[in-house]
């Protein structure tokens, strides 16, 4: 239990070390949009990069894979969207953001450093394939819901531009790209280059998790919104557990990829829930809202999921030999 302590601290540490900084510093938000730049655009592309070009590429081919976990982010997602809209009543684009709340994962920020922490190198393509197509399900789906519920008043080759660009011009997808090309010629980064991107890769999860807590700091909570406790049932709960099952039943796959998917589920809504909401003008403070809290109810789920992982005890096939 030491070891796993050992390892979620640093991450929420960070995250509380923001939180507490922006408490007290008071500082305006628009401090750190420099930060945050080089967070999106230095730091993690360099991460990314690192992981997939040193990575061989028959390693790279995990389609079956990319398929079961995306779709399982695609049936979570719909899945809060029709909850939200039939239990709860609420108008389509409440219901969309409630979507996005409910499948959208911290893999940005807390992601790549956690999965490799728990399960060293061979979590990073996993965790970078991951990341790629959740984001691309996200910049797809939430922009057409968002027409189709008056949200958005872009036309329809207007909103199938924006999400091209998007996911094509996405700093970590292009990142990721390029470091499976470099994988694919064998490309050998010169030195003073890859100390550049070391520097950069080092500097990616501290600064992320840090910015996130100042971030969270920056908006308060005046009261908890009724949907968040389901949401977030289906957020920590729902969504590694359809990962798991569905993966176990699809496949024969490497048990580092299992668990690396259901960590990656594991992680409490990303801060993209809130930049979102703020974009359409929709569910704002309860979206802030939603990301504090998950942040905090994932300090013991996802101590408790690590820990099953390591020890041994949560299978990485649920049906073995099927």
């Known amino acids: 239990m030491i070891e796993i302590l050992s390892l979620v601290a640093p991450f929420f540490g960070l995250i509380f070390l923001g939180f507490f900084?922006?408490?007290?510093?008071?500082?305006?938000?628009?401090?750190?949009?420099?930060?945050?730049?080089?967070?999106?655009?230095?730091?993690?592309?360099?991460?990314?990069?690192?992981?997939?070009?040193?990575?061989?590429?028959?390693?790279?081919?995990?389609?079956?894979?990319?398929?079961?976990?995306?779709?399982?982010?695609?049936?979570?997602?719909?899945?809060?969207?029709?909850?939200?809209?039939?239990?709860?009543?609420?108008?389509?684009?409440?219901?969309?953001?409630?979507?996005?709340?409910?499948?959208?994962?911290?893999?940005?920020?807390?992601?790549?450093?956690?999965?490799?922490?728990?399960?060293?190198?061979p979590a990073a393509v996993p965790t970078a394939l991951i990341f790629c197509f959740d984001n691309a399900l996200q910049f797809i789906l939430t922009p057409i819901l968002m027409a189709m519920s008056g949200a958005s008043q872009e036309k329809p080759a207007r909103i199938a531009l924006l999400i091209a660009r998007k996911i094509l011009l996405h700093p970590f997808i292009v990142a990721s790209a390029l470091g499976i090309a470099a994988a694919a010629i064998q490309f050998q980064t010169p030195a003073p280059l890859q100390r550049v991107i070391g520097f950069l890769s080092g500097a990616a999860a501290p600064c992320a998790l840090f910015a996130m807590g100042v971030t969270i700091?920056?908006?308060?909570?005046?009261?908890?919104?009724?949907?968040?406790?389901?949401?977030?049932?289906?957020?920590?709960?729902?969504?590694p557990l359809l990962i798991w099952v569905l993966l176990s039943w699809a496949g024969d796959y490497d048990p580092i990829w299992v668990y690396t998917a259901i960590l990656m589920a594991s992680l409490p809504p990303a801060l993209?829930?809130?930049?979102m909401a703020r974009q359409y003008g929709v569910w704002i403070e309860?979206?802030?809202?939603?990301?504090?809290?998950?942040?905090?109810?994932?300090?013991?789920?996802?101590?408790?999921?690590?820990?099953?992982?390591?020890?041994?005890?949560?299978?990485?096939?649920?049906?073995?030999?099927?």
């Open 286 to 322: 309860r979206a802030s809202s939603m990301v504090l809290i998950g942040t905090l109810v994932s300090i013991p789920t996802l101590t408790l999921m690590i820990l099953a992982v390591t020890s041994g005890v949560l299978p990485a096939d649920l049906f073995p030999g099927s």
């Open 217 to 239: 700091a920056l908006r308060p909570i005046t009261r908890i919104p009724a949907e968040v406790p389901w949401l977030l049932f289906v957020k920590l709960a729902l969504h």
């Open 272 to 275: 993209n829930v809130f930049v």
């Open 21 to 121: 900084s922006g408490r007290l510093a008071k500082l305006p938000e628009d401090g750190l949009a420099w930060l945050n730049f080089f967070i999106i655009y230095m730091a993690l592309p360099a991460l990314f990069f690192d992981l997939l070009s040193s990575t061989p590429l028959d390693q790279l081919e995990g389609w079956s894979f990319i398929v079961v976990t995306t779709l399982c982010a695609y049936i979570i997602y719909m899945f809060a969207v029709v909850v939200a809209i039939v239990w709860r009543k609420v108008s389509l684009a409440e219901a969309a953001m409630q979507g996005v709340a409910g499948s959208y994962s911290n893999i940005g920020y807390m992601g790549p450093g956690l999965t490799l922490s728990v399960l060293g190198a």
